[in-house]
């Protein structure tokens, strides 16, 4: 099994800042990606960030400039840090990370999705 804590969701007036964190742990070989989804009410989850364990980050185009998604492999973490916030970045975030488990002689792939945490912007 495999578990992640998020953690750093909130309220936040526009204009603000969070900075979401998210710690894997549990039964696993090894990390390879590591990222953030989101979704709003009505519409489909979507990536806002991904970084992999050797390459670079990628965003979405609606928070390029203004979010920067950073890994600690030794802590086996994901942070997000997410500036000047508006309201259409109200939703629930998700992380999202990319494991190989061991099964006897094999390394199986697996995707774990963290429950979720809400950001909401508002005035």
């Known amino acids: 099994q495999v578990q992640l804590v998020e953690s750093g969701g909130g309220l936040v007036q526009p204009g603000g800042s969070l900075r979401l964190s998210c710690v894997a742990s549990g039964n696993f070989f090894r990390i390879n990606n590591m990222g953030w989804y989101r979704q709003a009410p009505g519409k489909q989850r979507e990536l806002v960030a991904t970084i992999p364990s050797g390459g670079s980050a990628l965003y979405a185009d609606s928070v390029k400039g203004r979010c920067t998604i950073s890994r600690d492999n030794a802590k086996n973490s994901v942070l997000l840090q997410m500036n000047v916030l508006n309201t259409d970045d109200t939703a629930v975030y998700y992380c999202?990370?990319?494991?190989?488990?061991?099964?006897?002689?094999?390394?199986?792939?697996?995707?774990?999705w963290g429950q979720g945490t809400q950001v909401t912007v508002s005035s």
């Open positions: 999202n990370v990319e494991v190989e488990v061991k099964m006897g002689p094999l390394r199986i792939p697996r995707t774990v």
